[in-house]
């Protein structure tokens, strides 16, 4: 089940689909401002029903939302998606052990771990915590009082359970995992699960813990845009002789049909990051 919500801000309507609370009311929760796991940008999350879910965001060249007798002009669409807290909460827990070199770092209380500066949303966090963060943790007890400290050991096993659980569920997604060899399905789980990781520390500590050459997601991305802009140049190179052959008499060069309107379903839907709550 699932529920809609619109809401105002930024002088704007927006509509948000959401799992259903069951909690009844006009809202599905709460939206919380916490630090992307990777970027570390200011980005909204919506924890409802103690689950924690993250805001895809789509919009479509043109479109409208009608509510009723009113008419947004703003047709874009916020979905949200469960999201694994371990991920969102994993790179405020290795700052607050304060590790040095070879030193494991301190141990600390959760209510410690999760204040924040800047965001008062990780408080809101705290049940979510204690309930998630003892499987990449080790705690120690003093009475009444539980103290957390981030064990490396544990997230790489932890990380690489998420890692081979994508990588037996992409084939059965796209047939088009099926068809290649194993270690390019890892490969893709890795770089998937890579969207929640720091490229420093965790993501090459993964690539090395599971036997893997280690590929740089920014090196891979400025290559794609190297070779959008060569086919850019190519289309526009191509365009001129077409013109030139046009003002040429006699046999005309034949175009060569472009394909048109073709999208990446990934490319369809954008974290939303740099939003206000």
């Given at each position: 089940?699932?529920?809609?919500?619109?809401?105002?801000?930024?002088?704007?309507?927006?509509?948000?689909?959401?799992?259903?609370?069951?909690?009844?009311?006009?809202?599905?929760?709460?939206?919380?401002?916490?630090?992307?796991?990777?970027?570390?940008?200011?980005?909204?999350?919506?924890?409802?029903?103690?689950?924690?879910?993250?805001?895809?965001?789509?919009?479509?060249?043109?479109?409208?939302?009608?509510?009723?007798?009113?008419?947004?002009?703003?047709?874009?669409?916020?979905?949200?998606?469960?999201?694994?807290?371990?991920?969102?909460?994993?790179?405020?827990?290795?700052?607050?052990?304060?590790?040095?070199?070879?030193?494991?770092?301190?141990?600390?209380?959760?209510?410690?771990?999760?204040?924040?500066?800047?965001?008062?949303?990780?408080?809101?966090?705290?049940?979510?915590?204690?309930?998630?963060?003892?499987?990449?943790?080790?705690?120690?007890?003093?009475?009444?009082?539980?103290?957390?400290?981030?064990?490396?050991?544990?997230?790489?096993?932890?990380?690489?359970?998420?890692?081979?659980?994508?990588?037996?569920?992409?084939?059965?997604?796209?047939?088009?995992?099926?068809?290649?060899?194993?270690?390019?399905?890892?490969?893709?789980?890795?770089?998937?699960?890579?969207?929640?990781?720091?490229?420093?520390?965790?993501?090459?500590?993964?690539?090395?813990?599971?036997?893997?050459?280690?590929?740089d997601p920014t090196m891979k991305d400025t290559n794609m845009e190297n070779l959008a802009t060569a086919s850019e140049n190519n289309m526009a190179s191509s365009n001129s002789l077409q013109e030139k052959a046009k003002k040429k008499p006699g046999k005309q060069t034949k175009q060569a049909k472009v394909e048109?309107?073709?999208?990446?379903?990934?490319?369809?839907?954008?974290?939303?990051?740099?939003?206000?709550?």
């Amino acid at each position: 089940m699932s529920s809609t919500v619109w809401w105002e801000g930024a002088e704007k309507t927006r509509v948000l689909i959401a799992p259903d609370s069951g909690c009844g009311g006009n809202k599905p929760g709460e939206l919380l401002k916490l630090r992307h796991p990777k970027s570390e940008l200011g980005t909204c999350y919506l924890f409802s029903n103690g689950m924690l879910q993250e805001l895809q965001w789509f919009k479509q060249s043109y479109g409208s939302w009608l509510l009723g007798d009113y008419i947004s002009e703003d047709g874009s669409l916020y979905m949200a998606t469960p999201v694994d807290p371990v991920f969102i909460l994993l790179p405020i827990f290795d700052e607050a052990r304060m590790k040095k070199g070879e030193d494991l770092g301190k141990f600390r209380q959760l209510d410690e771990i999760l204040f924040v500066e800047g965001y008062t949303g990780y408080q809101q966090l705290l049940s979510l915590a204690e309930k998630c963060m003892e499987i990449v943790c080790q705690t120690q007890e003093v009475g009444s009082m539980k103290f957390y400290r981030l064990d490396n050991s544990k997230v790489l096993a932890w990380l690489s359970c998420k890692v081979y659980c994508l990588k037996k569920t992409l084939p059965e997604l796209d047939k088009n995992y099926a068809a290649q060899d194993e270690k390019q399905t890892l490969v893709d789980a890795v770089s998937i699960v890579g969207e929640y990781l720091k490229t420093e520390h965790w993501l090459k500590l993964l690539y090395d813990h599971l036997g893997l050459e280690f590929v740089d997601p920014t090196m891979k991305d400025t290559n794609m845009e190297n070779l959008a802009t060569a086919s850019e140049n190519n289309m526009a190179s191509s365009n001129s002789l077409q013109e030139k052959a046009k003002k040429k008499p006699g046999k005309q060069t034949k175009q060569a049909k472009v394909e048109t309107g073709s999208k990446n379903i990934r490319d369809m839907f954008s974290r939303a990051c740099k939003k206000k709550c």
